[in-house]
């Protein structure tokens, strides 16, 4: 009789044990899947809301509309997990746009060099911003701001204000374009994707990256050159915004000084809604991407439900803001 009590007994801890497990791993897997299921509840919502928004047509034109803004997320993720802001990315936008725009006429140039000059300016203009971030010791916040405000001076300085035309055909494939039935700018964006989201979570550069974020004094005893990490990153930001930069100007067929406008705030609100703190050291590509896809459904449903755009920024703004709630308690549980 103990006998049988005493297995009884196990297997009713262990049943209570399994029970007490599950309530535990039930947190952990929202924390960790639940802005997919956020994004597959929306997308549901959606299709009921408004019939014409679940068909193959309009999904695929708000992946794409989503790719431009996504590609620059990813670079601004990278510099968020680092525990710092980037405010330059949209007036970057305009300054790459106009720049390789000019070059970029019928029968002037290869298609090459609007590329590297477009890719290559974005580059500098990180550089910059890390430069002076990390080794003149200014705030990231400053440091991009003052970017902010001469990369749009310089946009309109260099195009006297007026947009850039009489673009090749070469050229407009990047925004136009497609490959299978597939628009490039989504290629380029799952690609690009699949590349950062290796380069932050298989490689040493992916490593520090989080160890800057998470604790910057613990990494420079560690051995990390943390000024030369930071310069890369605001680098690399400001090289994905040249790409993105470069298929925004394809797709609307002209340099446009005035290009980028509040792109910056919709790259790190999908940083953040993707799950990326604020407080650094957090945060994951596919994240983000589900974060411009989640922006880009929201604004796609509300258009074809007449919405207004006001309140469409207003709802914007709102989801920003209990984004970073959820962030800032989950960082205080921790």
């Not at 006297?160 to 055909?169: A, F, Q, T, V």
């Not at 596919?286 to 449903?301: D, W, Y």
Request: glycine share 12%; charged share 10%.
């Amino acid at each position: 009789m103990k006998t049988e009590e005493t297995i009884a007994k196990k297997q009713t801890i262990s049943h209570d044990r399994d029970r007490t497990g599950w309530k535990e791993k039930i947190p952990e897997l929202f924390s960790r899947y639940g802005i997919f299921l956020i994004f597959l509840a929306l997308v549901a919502l959606m299709s009921v809301l408004t019939p014409h928004f679940f068909n193959v047509y309009n999904l695929i034109n708000v992946v794409k509309q989503v790719s431009f803004i996504g590609i620059v997320a990813m670079g601004v993720t990278f510099v968020i997990i680092t525990k710092g802001i980037d405010l330059s990315s949209g007036s970057l936008i305009a300054l790459v746009s106009v720049i390789a725009a000019s070059f970029a006429h019928p029968g002037d140039y290869p298609l090459f060099v609007p590329l590297l000059l477009g890719v290559g300016v974005g580059a500098f203009a990180g550089l910059i911003n890390g430069t002076v971030s990390a080794k003149g010791m200014i705030p990231p916040f400053i440091a991009t701001l003052g970017m902010m405000t001469a990369a749009r001076g310089l946009a309109l300085l260099y195009s006297d204000g007026r947009p850039i035309g009489n673009l090749s055909d070469s050229f407009l494939f990047l925004g136009s374009g497609d490959l299978f039935g597939i628009p490039f700018p989504i290629i380029v964006f799952l690609f690009v994707g699949l590349l950062m989201h290796l380069l932050l979570s298989n490689t040493k550069f992916g490593k520090h990256t989080y160890a800057i974020g998470g604790n910057e004094q613990a990494a420079r005893i560690c051995g990390i050159n943390v000024d030369r990490h930071l310069i890369l990153v605001y680098t690399l930001a400001g090289f994905l915004t040249g790409i993105s930069a470069l298929m925004l100007t394809a797709r609307i067929s002209a340099g446009q000084p005035s290009m980028g406008v509040m792109y910056e705030l919709d790259a790190i609100a999908a940083a953040v809604i993707g799950g990326t703190s604020l407080t650094g050291g957090i945060g994951t590509i596919p994240g983000t991407m589900i974060g411009a896809l989640i922006i880009g459904v929201l604004n796609n449903g509300l258009d074809l439900m007449n919405v207004s755009s006001y309140w469409q920024q207003i709802l914007k703004g709102a989801i920003i803001v209990t984004a970073v709630l959820i962030d800032s308690r989950k960082n205080k549980k921790a």
